[in-house]
T-cell receptor
């Protein structure tokens, strides 16, 4: 079974631009979560989607948004990019919503650099 | 919110040595996972272990939920074990990560 895939793997953007990252979960998984990893803050939860509905959101500004499609694929969008948004963005999928007892599996990540 | 502390933050070993990594958490959790992050950033699932003991080859893990800690044991370490090991717990639904233990195994 194929793992979680994320595209693109690397991205360079300029301050003020917007960016869209994509995540395809493991087949049969309906929950997708997004995390941001930076050297200073570590791994932080962004949001979780299950059955096209946002179920949980971390403490990030409204510039960070996401959505999930009927095939469980998810996208996250960051508008008006700031230098501090440079990070590794990780997507994770699980069979059910993360409030339950479901193991999460992570994709390879998208490394975003904002200049 | 729940706090997750991992120790030690850094660990340097000679190939063949054994090690124990610790994860303490401040409140009851629904679940706990251990990950190994490789040099390219990918988080590799090691154990899904809300309680009890599991073993997978040279690695094993024990979680004592009532005492709010988990241990990851690495035996006969190899250079390929190098990387960052994360413990993550589930509280209100999302995973909360510790800051990790950076392991360097020298040949």
């Amino acid at each position: 079974k194929a793992g979680v895939t994320q595209t693109p793997r690397y991205l360079i953007k300029t301050r003020g631009q917007q960016v869209t990252l994509s995540c395809s979960p493991i087949s049969g998984h309906r929950s997708v979560s997004w995390y941001q990893q930076t050297p200073g803050q570590g791994l932080q939860f962004l949001f979780e989607y299950f059955s096209e509905t946002q179920r949980n959101k971390g403490n990030f500004p409204g510039r960070f948004s996401g959505r999930q499609f009927s095939n469980s694929r998810s996208e996250m969008n960051v508008s008006t990019l700031e230098l501090g948004d440079s990070a590794l963005y990780l997507c994770a999928s699980s069979v059910g919503p993360t409030g339950g007892y479901f193991e999460q599996y992570f994709g390879p990540g998208t490394r975003l650099t904002v200049t | 919110g729940i706090q997750v502390e991992q120790s030690p933050p850094d660990l340097i070993l000679q190939e063949g040595a054994n090690s124990t990594l610790r994860c303490n958490f401040s409140d009851s959790v629904n679940n706990l996972q251990w990950f190994h992050q490789n040099p390219w950033g990918q988080l590799i699932n090691l154990f899904y272990i809300p309680s009890g003991t599991k073993q997978n080859g040279r690695l094993s893990a024990t979680t004592v939920a009532t005492e709010r800690y988990s241990l990851l044991y690495i035996s006969s370490s190899q250079t390929t074990d190098s990387g960052v090991y994360f413990c993550a717990v589930k509280s209100q639904g999302n995973l909360i990560f510790g800051k990790g233990t950076k392991l360097s195994v020298k040949p």
